[in-house]
């Protein structure tokens, strides 16, 4: 088995007042190579007392880490909304690419990214990036997903009008992802689309919706309290490269059923069609998803 690797990072700005970045900030004595089978997390450390903290998982495919800016954008946003001191995003990189060049060169494996609000008391934010062989998503790219929409309990506009619910942040609060996931299985299916309570289109547990309408290629907008998906990003790119157009608006509920297409998209799986919905079978174009699939899977960034 392949075996994973970890770094421990450093991961916040803390420089003292006037000081000059590049001689008190050496990224070298901030990530740290450790053991991922000894133990490394303080029991009172927030990320699993609480699960307070945020997270990242990048795709690391043939040897390029994907998505690098879009992920540590994204990161960076979620660090904003739970308040987690700034993060001084180069060393994060820096670790995330360290985990990837050490670990064993298969063709396709993850890094994820944790940061967490620290110990209890001490407010300085854990962090370490694990290079690790994912699940395996081979059945689900070639034979596609079964999909139940479940209501997600929150009206689209959640972000506007309670940020405080966190909505549209990665953190470490997955239970819910996970849940969700064996609420599918026991319908018979196998992924799940979350509906806002008004009706609207959001996203997977771990991945963003894609409709084909005619030419168009849709997502849902990201103000919904949803991630912005850095799969979904790179995808749009290939496909208005492929002549299509690209949109991101509001979906409503019924457009799922009525669309030319239907796919799910992360950094894991890359991208999976959707083959059932709610029980009823839906066309799919497996010709397309191969395409697509293999573009997502060769890009270079
Ligand atoms: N939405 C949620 C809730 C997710 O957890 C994820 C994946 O981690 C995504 C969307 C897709 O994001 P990405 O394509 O960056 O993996």
Request: hydrophobic content about 40%; glycine content about 8%.
């Amino acid at each position: 088995m392949t075996k994973p690797v970890l770094v421990i990072i450093d991961p916040a700005i803390k420089l003292p007042a006037g000081a000059e970045r590049s001689t008190v900030e050496q990224s070298g004595d901030r990530l740290r190579l450790a053991d991922p089978d000894q133990p490394q997390i303080n029991v009172t450390d927030l990320g699993v007392t609480r699960g307070d903290g945020i997270f990242e998982a990048f795709g690391v495919s043939h040897g390029t880490v994907q998505a690098v800016e879009p992920h540590l954008s994204r990161l960076a946003r979620s660090a904003k909304l739970l308040d987690l001191p700034e993060l001084d995003l180069d060393v994060i990189e820096q670790g995330v690419r360290l985990a990837a060049r050490e670990h064993e060169q298969v063709p396709f494996f993850m890094v994820k990214l944790i940061v967490t609000r620290g110990i209890e008391g001490v407010e300085e934010p854990t962090a370490w990036a694990l290079a690790f062989v994912g699940d395996d998503y081979t059945a689900r790219q070639q034979s596609g997903v079964k999909v139940v929409t479940l209501d997600r309990g929150y009206r689209h506009d959640v972000a506007q009008t309670s940020p405080w619910l966190l909505q549209g942040a990665k953190t470490l609060s997955y239970a819910v992802n996970r849940a969700v996931i064996r609420e599918a299985k026991r319908r018979g299916a196998n992924e799940v689309i979350f509906i806002s309570s008004d009706g609207y289109v959001l996203e997977g547990p771990n991945s963003t919706v894609i409709l084909k309408s005619g030419d168009t290629f849709v997502t849902p907008r990201t103000d919904q309290g949803i991630l912005v998906g850095t799969t979904q990003h790179a995808l749009f790119g290939i496909i208005e490269s492929m002549g299509y157009a690209t949109d991101y608006r509001y979906v409503e509920q019924h457009e799922l059923t009525a669309a030319d297409g239907l796919w799910m998209v992360s950094s894991g799986q890359q991208i999976s069609a959707v083959v059932e919905l709610d029980g009823n079978p839906l066309d799919h174009d497996h010709e397309l998803t191969q395409e697509l699939l293999k573009r997502l899977v060769e890009r270079s960034l």
